[in-house]
């Protein structure tokens, strides 16, 4: 159990415009999501954290008007990247933690490689 | 405030050596979590081990062992009989009680040659 899905695996999108990546937990209900970006040869980097219900909290220097997260159910976190730039080209991945499971385990998603050309 | 260090970048082995993995922690709190990840080129992040802070028992699951030790504030990852299949970025993570991110080490990024 515990399975987090991510869609789409991969997109690429033209400068300017937005995309959206869903990140949900398929045999769990998740309180909490965590959205991470991971640019190429480096760490995940946590970008917000998003609980059900209520709006996301930022990382520090994570714009949040760019990064736009909704959690509007306890399976289903989206992720909109607006008005893309090639600089946002990067792999994402989103985690969940179990409403019903042990507080510190994070359950992490395949994650959505984002090209911007 | 919280940190992971993993001071190695990229390690190279042939296939059947050992390999140990560095990882180093900074933390406040008492009551923490550390994990260590497999991260293929595919890209997905594989889950290999969870400690917490009350248990410092070694562990081994096959080929993989670690050595967690508060004094120096380590946990640290060893690979027996390296093989191919094993070459991948390595990533240690510490859990930070209350807010419960995970806050992530640099990785390794681990080759092994045929």
């Known amino acids: 159990g515990a399975v987090v899905s991510q869609h789409p695996s991969w997109v690429i999108c033209k400068s300017g415009t937005s995309v959206k990546i869903e990140c949900r937990s398929l045999d769990f209900q998740a309180t909490t999501m965590f959205w991470y970006r991971q640019f190429p040869k480096q760490s995940l980097m946590l970008m917000a954290t998003s609980n059900e219900g209520s709006k996301a909290t930022y990382e520090q220097g994570v714009e949040k008007d760019k990064f736009l997260i909704n959690h509007a159910s306890l399976t289903l976190s989206t992720l909109t990247v607006t008005s893309a730039h090639p600089e946002d080209s990067s792999f994402y991945i989103c985690?969940?933690?179990?409403?019903?499971?042990?507080?510190?385990?994070?359950?992490f998603g395949p994650g959505t490689r984002l090209t911007v050309t | 405030a919280q940190k992971v260090t993993q001071a190695q970048t990229e390690i190279s082995v042939v296939e059947k050596e050992d390999v140990t993995l560095d990882c180093v922690y900074e933390?406040?709190?008492?009551?923490?979590?550390l994990f260590w990840y497999k991260q293929p080129p595919s890209g997905e992040l594989v889950f290999l081990i969870r400690r917490n802070s009350f248990d410092e028992q070694n562990e081994i699951s096959g080929r993989y062992s670690w050595n967690f030790q508060k004094s120096t504030s380590s946990f640290n990852f060893t690979i027996t009989a390296s093989q191919v299949v094993d070459s991948a970025v390595y990533f240690c993570a510490l859990s930070e009680v209350g807010t419960y991110k995970y806050i992530f080490g640099t990785g390794t990024r681990l080759k092994v040659l045929a």
């Open positions: 933390t406040r709190d008492t009551t923490y979590y």
């Open positions: 985690s969940a933690r179990a409403l019903d499971r042990a507080s510190y385990e994070q359950y």
